[in-house]
Each structure stands twice: as C-alpha cells, then as structure tokens.
C-alpha cells in the first residue's frame, strides 16, 4: 500500500472503478507497461487486469519508466509524502463527482418569510372586505328578522297606533318594543302589500319576537284590536295622552279637552294648572260608556298610587312630580336615571354650579309645544318669554314636562353620589349617555352627539 497511515479510509468503488480505466487507457497507447517487482521493470501486457493492491503503479505507468531498483528508493524517498499524495488523488477522484449540495437554512427562512407575508395580506383583505362582505351577505339573506323557534318564545305586549300614523312610525314603534328584529323586515313587506294596509288607531294585542309578516297579518285582523284600551308610554306629554284616550276608546277628543282643562276637579296639588305629570303611564282597559272625566280621573289616581308607593308626602307631590318628569325626558338607561338626577341637583348647588341654570333642551322644547323634538334652537335657548326655558329661568323648571313613571320618581327621590355637572345622550337610539365633570370633557362628548344627529336627521 503507498500509505500505511491507518485512518486513511480505502478508495471508493468508483474511485477504483477511474483508476482501472486510466490504467486501460494507458495501456492502449504503449506496447508495454512498466510494472516494478523485486527492484526490476517488468512488462504488463496490454489489456492485463491491474490488482487493486497497486494504487501506485497506476500513478507511474504515466509518467515514467523506473529503472531497476529505482522503485525502493522512490518509494523511500516519497514515503513520507505517499498520504498527502494520496488524498489529493482522491480529491481529484473525487472531483469528477458532482458536488453535494450543503444543507441551507436560507429556503426554511424564505418559506417563512412568504407564510407570513401571506397571511397578512389575508388578514387585510379580511378586514378591507369585512364590510362589502357584510353587505352581501346582507343582501342576499334580507333583513334580519325573528324565526319561528324565537318567536315562540315571545310574550304578549300592547302596541298603541295613533292616528295619522304612516308606515314608517308604525315600524318604529313595533321595533321599539320588540314585536319585530328590524325596521326593514317588516318595513319592506309593508311596501309589497297590495293594496296598500289601512291601519285603524288603537290599542293591539300582539306579541314580542314575532315574524315581521305575522306581525303585518295580526295588525290587519280586526280581532287583535283592543277595544277600550289605551297604553300610555313614559314620558308621554298630557297632550298625546288625550289623544291615545280618543283613539282606544268612543270618547271624543273634544270631550276629553274640555275634562283635562277643569284641573281643580281632579284633587291635585294646588300649584297644578295642567294635568301634565300627573297622567300616570300605563295600559288601561275602560269600560264602554266611561265619561272623559272617569277615564281622566282613574289615570290621576293611579299616579297618587305610584307617589303613595314611593313614600312621597302629599305636600311633596308637587316638587317630586316636577323633577321626576325632568328626569323622566332626559334620561334613557335605567341607571342613568339617578346619574341625571344628581347632574341637576349639583347644578342648583349654588358651590357647585354659580349660575342655577339647569340648561334642559326638553324644557325649552316643551314650552315651545314639541314635545316630540330632543334639539332646539339658538333663538328658542334666548327667548326668556318661554317660562320653561331653564337656559335663561335659573332654577327647577316652573312645572312638569311630561308625565312620569316608577323609574323616573325613584330617581327623583334617591339620586346617585357624583361629581358631574353635565350629560349629553351620544346615540338616541340606545339612549348611550355620557356624563362629565368638565367643560372639555362635555364639548368631546357634543362633537359625537352632533355627529350622530347629521346621521340621524329624523331627530329633528
């Protein structure tokens, strides 16, 4: 062996599989090859089979023809030298092979990189088109609206129809106690009737969570309509009570104005020069015959219940019914009703707030007759001929603005401990109210009001 340096690993097959081949190729272009053996030259003949022992044979049949007892001293001289020489020829074996490929942490990284990438844009994409494909959806399941798995759980609710209703305040009031999912459910079956429904006013027995169509089908059919029966909401002004009395019962409007105008024959406290307060808002079922005056009165006595109930003193029902139906038009959830009662007391607190000025919206509105309307006017806020204008009157308004519930007189009794000073209701829809201490706080809180109201015109 040309090396005897033991870990030197022996050739490979294809290394011996080139070097048989090179030992062919030169034999094929000499007559005879030198082979070196006991220190002389001997002839290989040509196509002779070259042990596998004699790597260094194969080495000198191409360069050299060794004399005689040369060979010993060549491989004394090189023997020092044989296992470099040897790897390089096994390098240069080797050579021929193609080159491995180094395992690479670069492809893993990029795959990575490109996941990520990936899921980025599929998350935007997401959120770009969340809303193009709410809309799709939308439009192509409809508007959203009770099945009939929900509405088997409803429960049996009054709804009042006025005269003079349209389409659109029928929907209204149906979505607002819940007899249907959405204004476009049953606004748009409306649309589609042919002919056109005729609603009379009055009082209708329906029930909660009901199918927009059965809704349209109860509200057609003359047996869902309460004779004698009128449903007076909270906040309700004397002005439309009178008129829901007219539309749920046989008795005249006029007949019902000219009761309301005698105040002194309903018992109530003697600073009372309407009947406004003390109208308590509930459902009430009259018998046929029942005079103006009757109904009138059975209202009145079921407010001095509801006072009685509270604890409220005969000579307090007067201030209690007063505050309570402030409350009563400015509040909307049911907690912010004892926020909005300490908002107007700290403001008649004259450490707290200087000028008195409660600064009420719903009263200068009521003292211009719309009653309806939650916005007034640069010029309505200056007129100081407006008694109920408490932008300009300091102090609790002059007299009830509409006529109030449990809620609102609880509110007015047990107000909530707090520091703030103003509230402004942000969505009127779902009665979201924002409270301050500070005037900055209060203007941020205007801005998002007034944004919802450009949206909102219907508000007025």
């Known amino acids: 062996m040309p090396s005897s340096t033991p870990e030197e690993p022996l050739p490979s097959r294809r290394q011996l599989r080139a070097q048989q081949a090179a030992a062919e190729q030169a034999a094929a272009q000499q007559p005879a090859t030198e082979q070196v053996a006991a220190g002389e030259i001997q002839a290989v003949p040509p196509g002779a089979a070259v042990a596998p022992e004699a790597p260094l044979l194969w080495r000198l049949s191409r360069e050299a023809v060794v004399p005689a007892g040369a060979a010993t001293d060549f491989l004394t001289a090189n023997e020092s030298n044989d296992s470099g020489r040897d790897r390089a020829q096994r390098r240069s074996l080797l050579a021929d092979e193609p080159p491995r490929e180094k395992r690479s942490h670069k492809g893993a990284w990029g795959c990575l990189i490109v996941f990520v990438v990936l899921a980025a844009l599929v998350a935007g994409a997401y959120l770009f088109l969340q809303g193009p494909i709410s809309q799709i959806i939308a439009a192509t399941q409809g508007p959203a609206d009770f099945n009939a798995e929900e509405a088997a759980t409803g429960k049996d609710i009054i709804v009042m129809i006025h005269d003079g209703d349209g389409g659109s305040e029928i929907t209204n009031t149906l979505v607002d106690q819940g007899v249907v999912k959405s204004f476009d459910a049953f606004y ?29 089908d109860a509200l057609l059919d003359d047996g869902t309509r309460l ?21 749920g019962t046989d008795i005249p409007l006029a007949d019902l104005q000219a009761a309301a105008a005698n105040v002194a024959s309903f018992g109530l406290p003697p600073e009372a020069t309407t009947l406004e307060g003390f109208l308590f808002p509930a459902t009430y079922t009259f018998s046929p015959g029942d005079t103006a005056q009757v109904a009138l009165q059975v209202m009145v006595n079921r407010q001095f219940e509801a006072l009685d109930t509270a604890g409220v003193a005969v000579a307090d029902r007067w201030s209690t019914i007063v505050f309570a139906s402030l409350i009563q038009r400015e ?6 009703y004892y926020k909005v009662s300490r908002v107007f007391l700290n403001r008649l607190d004259p450490t707290q707030w200087e000028s008195g000025l409660l600064q009420s919206d719903a009263t200068v509105a009521y003292g211009t007759g719309n009653t309806h309307l939650v916005t007034t006017t640069n010029a309505e806020r200056a007129d100081a001929g407006n008694l109920y204008n408490t932008y300009v009157h300091p102090g609790m308004v002059v007299g009830p603005i509409s006529n109030p519930g449990d809620l609102a007189i609880d ?27 500070t005037v900055a706080e209060h203007d941020a809180a205007v801005v998002v009001w007034q944004n919802w109201m450009r949206e909102h015109p219907e508000y007025g």
């Open 188 to 216: 748009a079956i409306l649309l589609q009737t042919k002919p056109e429904p005729v609603f009379q006013p009055g009082a209708y027995q329906l029930k909660t969570k009901m199918v927009a169509s059965t809704a349209l």
């Open 227 to 247: 004779s004698e029966t009128v449903v007076v909401p909270e906040g309700t002004a004397t002005v439309d009570v009178l008129q829901s009395i007219s539309e």
């Open 411 to 437: 509110a007015a009794l047990h107000p909530v401990d707090g520091p703030w000073l103003f509230f402004v209701t942000v969505n009127l829809d779902t009665g979201e109210t924002v409270f301050s201490t």
């Open 331 to 336: 509040a909307g959830l049911r907690d912010d």
